[in-house]
């Protein structure tokens, strides 16, 4: 049987950065089964554009035009795109169709939407992400609505589609009284090397930019927010005896939270810690995830995080925030930490003597963690499944 799939809350393909987006390319690109076809909502600005449609991936991708309505946008961006959806699967009688709306955006919506999905004999899948409510860049009110809306995304899901066993024993337990169904699909991972050699020349370029040498760094690539424990991994890496850089790929931008840390660290003073920017060139930050001498991880909020797959299938020694969902993911291929004085700085130091063996182990053990449960192709099989189990 043929089965359509509306995908609603990335902000669309072809994917340039972020882990929904990379979610909806791969789940598009490497479709096996060709009964199941998607149709993905992509956000635009050109009010030109609206509604217009294209191909990717052999994918319908339509576009939503989304105003300049601050951080309301989001919010706005989903509605209109199952607005947009649910008009569209009407108008082209498509039977069971499934809406797979990202992220717990639109709960005091959910129960209109969802019965109107209802009535065109639909159903409503949702991915919950990671305890949005409790990231520290969102004000009281902002936190309050994040939380509500995700109870009432739970109450009324079809299927709660889970990237991380923790999530969904969290949602089981908080939400029991909704008896919500759920089910677990981990976030997937590309597991082949760089195609760049060593002598890129984009490669080059970077490392004589920033002063870097290939295996004489530390790095940490993730949001620049406070969560992801910044404060800490700098603090305990200016106290280490390690005369390896710490190489920082961040969107960082001189805002509060860098000038707080500034003031707090005063990490300006330590010739080894950079602060090197983004990367949006995936094929050289593989290359520069493959040549460090290890990864940090301070991510303390969400489910599984891709920014830990990749380092997990590209970087020799990980160096993980001791929480479930970092646990979860890499197992015994990793090293933990926690936010105690002194234990990350002693970590680091010990890391630091590791013989090439030791580090090859490591190696060995966190690729074959994400070869054997974090392949796209697995991944995507997993989902196909569930799209055509219906």
Known sequence: ????VFIVGSKGIPANYGGYETFVEYLTKYRQNENIHYHIACKTKDKNKK????LHNNADCFNIFVPNIGSAQAIYYDVAALNYSIKYAKNHRIVQPIFYI????????????????????????????????MRAKWSLPVRKYWKLSERLMVKYADLLICDSQNI??????????????????????????????????????????FNITSNEYYLIVGRFVPENNYETMINEFMLSSTDKDLVIITNV??????????EKTHFESDKRIKFVGTVYDAELLKKIRESA??????????????SLLEALASTKINLLFDVGFNREVANKSALYWTQKKNELSRLINYVDNFSDKKSEVYDSLSTKQIS?????RKIINEYELLFKNF
Request: glycine residues 8%.
């Open 372 to 376: 054997e449960n974090y392949s796209w």
């Open 253 to 262: 931008e001189h805002n509060k939270f860098f000038n707080t840390l500034k």
């Open 102 to 133: 990202l992220a717990c955006r639109i709960g005091p919506f959910m129960k209109s939407i969802v019965k109107r999905i209802h009535d065109i004999g639909g159903k409503v899948y949702v991915n919950p992400d990671g305890h949005e409510w």
């Open 293 to 306: 001498y290890a990864y940090l991880h301070g991510h303390s909020v969400g489910g599984t995080n891709p």
């Open 168 to 209: 969904e024993k969290y949602i089981l337990s908080v939400y029991k009284k909704y008896i919500p169904k759920t089910t677990f699909v981990a976030y997937g991972s590309d597991v082949k090397k760089s195609v760049l050699s060593e002598n890129a020349p984009q490669l080059v370029e970077w490392f004589t930019k």
């Open 51 to 54: 509604n217009s449609h294209f």
């Open 1 to 4: 049987m043929e089965r359509h």
